[in-house]
């Protein structure tokens, strides 16, 4: 039963919502086998597909990508078979769908090194966008770009880009992460080199600080731009 804002996703999105529903139900299979998705419409395209990410989208497409999933158009596949399991496999009335994927640790169990994580902000007079770059355990690259809704200094874009980038880090609970950007003060600040004199930095600072401390191994260090 959708509830709250899902209730104004569109019928993609509340595709992929079931998606991510199916996959609470039944990771352990899933992550054992290729997953043939027998649907309408390809749902973790349309996910991978989009340029500039939301929170949401950003979270489940970092899921997706843990699953081997190839789609099968629905008009391959009779109506019988699907309702055949739908019966077999009743729902409880009571049950609610979410998105919130309280014990995704599995995913993480196994294994020690951490993953990366590249982070940049930049700001414009027309606008200002954050980018992050995952690489996995497994060395896939994992890319995801924001536009910020409000004009800020390059700066605060980068702190928001680090801000996004760990908090999704964290949503997925990754336990060891290593951070790459390319701002030497925001670093420096964050490790206590420099005081955060401007105020406009303050809370971002204080956040970001706070979403470090959530990690049980976490680096940050500086990259040349041209590297980032």
């Known amino acids: 039963m959708l509830t709250g804002p899902e209730l104004n996703y569109t019928p993609i999105e509340k595709m992929c919502l079931a998606l991510i529903f199916a996959i609470q139900k039944l990771r352990h299979y899933m992550k054992a086998f290729t997953v043939h998705l027998i649907a309408r419409a390809d749902s973790v395209r349309y996910v991978m597909s989009k340029p500039v990410l939301t929170e949401r989208l950003a979270k489940w497409a970092l899921l997706l990508n843990q699953y081997e999933i190839i789609y099968t158009p629905a008009k391959a596949v009779k109506g019988q078979a699907v309702a055949d399991f739908l019966a077999d496999h009743p729902i409880p009335a009571n049950w609610?769908?979410?998105?919130?994927?309280?014990?995704?640790?599995?995913?993480?169990?196994?294994?020690?090194?951490?993953?990366?994580?590249?982070?940049?902000?930049?700001?414009?007079?027309?606008?200002?966008?954050?980018?992050?770059?995952?690489?996995?355990?497994?060395?896939?690259?994992?890319?995801?770009?924001?536009?910020?809704?409000?004009?800020?200094?390059?700066?605060?874009?980068?702190?928001?880009?680090?801000?996004?980038?760990?908090?999704?880090?964290?949503?997925?609970?990754?336990?060891?992460?290593?951070?790459?950007?390319?701002?030497?003060?925001?670093?420096?600040?964050?490790?206590?080199?420099?005081?955060?004199?401007k105020d406009d930095l303050i809370p971002y600072h204080q956040l970001a600080t706070q979403l470090l401390e959530m990690f049980d191994f976490v680096t940050l260090e500086h990259v040349p731009r041209k590297d980032n």
């Open 96 to 197: 609610e769908i979410s998105d919130d994927l309280p014990d995704e640790q599995v995913f993480f169990a196994d294994v020690s090194p951490a993953w990366m994580m590249f982070f940049d902000g930049s700001a414009r007079k027309d606008g200002a966008g954050a980018g992050v770059v995952f690489v996995s355990l497994e060395r896939h690259v994992l890319p995801y770009s924001f536009s910020l809704s409000e004009l800020c200094s390059n700066n605060v874009a980068e702190y928001q880009a680090l801000i996004m980038g760990l908090q999704m880090a964290v949503e997925m609970k990754i336990l060891s992460l290593e951070e790459y950007g390319d701002s030497m003060l925001m670093i420096n600040q964050l490790l206590t080199h420099y005081e955060v004199r």
